[in-house]
């Protein structure tokens, strides 16, 4: 088992939604410091900002900027990489998804690797499986990946694969199945199902589903994510790619029923035809994950929506309250 006790952690994208719950983790730990690296493009300095924690630093910089992060991660026990550009953002910028999923996760393996890093947990996607040939997806499903994202994290787990069988840099990589909870994104360019759901509901709109809804994902809680990638830190597992899921499968419909009886809501959802989805199909095998790292999923689905759905509340109250402080100066 690896010693958090005064380690020396960076935390890269850790003003992101799953990075900043890391960082909440980390620091129930005997570390010695956190140090979160993040240019801020999504993330948000008030994902941190509960916390009153001297251990805690925030330095702002890019993966691209390969002096800043060597600085960085230099002297570091074990480093997290979570900066990413997301689906979306690859489908509209694939050149900038090269530079940041691809070269910027080579530039923090190499930066790991010369200062000496003892494990680096990469966050990976079920992205890679793309849709799902059999369920529940084990770790050895095909890359059904059809998507420039899903290539960017095959690419990503590939170096780590190639850098462990040349340089001996341990790693774990996790493939997220569709991760939900507090500080996800709301207001930005790019936002999840649940989100794009409560928004209609917010604002007294039938939530859409497209098809009949029959489409089913694996929902699972970022506290769950977070403490997945402790437990890879703390194992002794190296050079392997978990899932991590809750092996529970929900249909958009199921869900949209769900998030309408914990508003409240009375609304009926409204059916369009089908568009464009990446994957239709997907919930991961668990067994795995079990085994090498201990960890399995403790949140369930009916648990962990009420804590988004009253996260997002108090958010907008924050965020309405410091528009009308700025309004009245
Ligand atoms: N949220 C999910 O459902 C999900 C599912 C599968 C995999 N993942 C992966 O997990 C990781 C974290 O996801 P998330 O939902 O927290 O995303 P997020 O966008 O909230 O967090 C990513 C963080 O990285 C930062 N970042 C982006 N580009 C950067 C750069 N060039 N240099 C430094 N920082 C940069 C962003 O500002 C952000 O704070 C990502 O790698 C993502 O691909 C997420």
């Given amino acids: 088992m690896n010693s958090l006790e005064n380690a020396k952690i960076v935390v890269i994208g850790g003003a992101g939604f799953v990075g900043s719950h890391i960082v909440d983790q980390l620091l129930l730990e005997p570390v010695s410091s956190v140090v979160v690296y993040d240019n801020f493009v999504r993330g948000a300095r008030s994902n941190l900002k509960h916390i009153q924690d001297s251990r805690l630093e925030v330095v702002e910089g890019s993966i691209c900027d390969r002096a800043t992060l060597q600085e960085t991660i230099s002297g570091a026990d074990y480093v997290f990489l979570l900066a990413a550009l997301w689906l979306y953002e690859c489908v509209h910028e694939p050149r900038s998804a090269v530079e940041v999923n691809v070269v910027g996760t080579f530039n923090v393996i190499e930066a790991a690797k010369e200062a000496?890093?003892?494990?680096?947990?990469?966050?990976?996607?079920?992205?890679?499986?793309?849709?799902?040939?059999?369920?529940?997806?084990t770790e050895d499903h095909p890359f059904n990946n059809r998507t420039f994202y899903g290539a960017t994290k095959i690419a990503g787990e590939q170096?780590?694969?190639?850098?462990?069988?040349?340089?001996?840099?341990d790693y774990v990589g996790l493939r997220y199945m569709n991760v939900y909870g507090p500080r996800m994104d709301y207001r930005g360019t790019y936002v999840s199902v649940?989100?794009?759901?409560?928004?209609?509901?917010?604002?007294?709109?039938?939530?859409?589903i497209f098809g009949d809804g029959s489409q089913s994902y694996d929902f699972v809680h970022v506290s769950d994510v977070a403490r997945a990638n402790i437990l890879a830190l703390k194992s002794n597992a190296t050079d392997v790619n978990l899932n991590v899921g809750s092996g529970t499968k929900t249909s958009i419909k199921e869900l949209v029923s769900m998030l309408l009886d914990i508003t409240g809501s009375s609304l009926q959802p409204e059916y369009k035809p089908e568009e464009q989805m990446f994957v239709t199909?997907?919930?991961?095998?668990?067994?795995?994950?079990?085994?090498?790292?201990?960890?399995?999923?403790?949140?369930?689905?009916?648990?962990?929506?009420?804590?988004?759905?009253?996260?997002?509340?108090?958010?907008?109250?924050?965020?309405?309250?410091?528009?009308?402080?700025?309004?009245?100066?």
Avoid: C
Wanted: aromatic share 10%; hydrophobic share 45%; proline share 3%.
């Fill in 281 to 329: 199909h997907r919930v991961g095998a668990t067994e795995n994950a079990a085994e090498t790292i201990g960890f399995e999923a403790s949140v369930a689905l009916e648990m962990g929506l009420p804590t988004v759905v009253e996260w997002r509340e108090r958010d907008q109250e924050s965020v309405n309250a410091a528009r009308e402080a700025a309004a009245a100066q």
């Fill in 116 to 137: 000496g890093v003892k494990k680096v947990i990469y966050s990976s996607s079920a992205s890679v499986y793309g849709d799902a040939l059999f369920t529940p997806m």
């Fill in 159 to 169: 170096f780590f694969r190639a850098f462990y069988e040349q340089h001996k840099l």
């Fill in 194 to 208: 649940i989100m794009k759901v409560l928004d209609r509901i917010d604002k007294g709109l039938a939530p859409v």
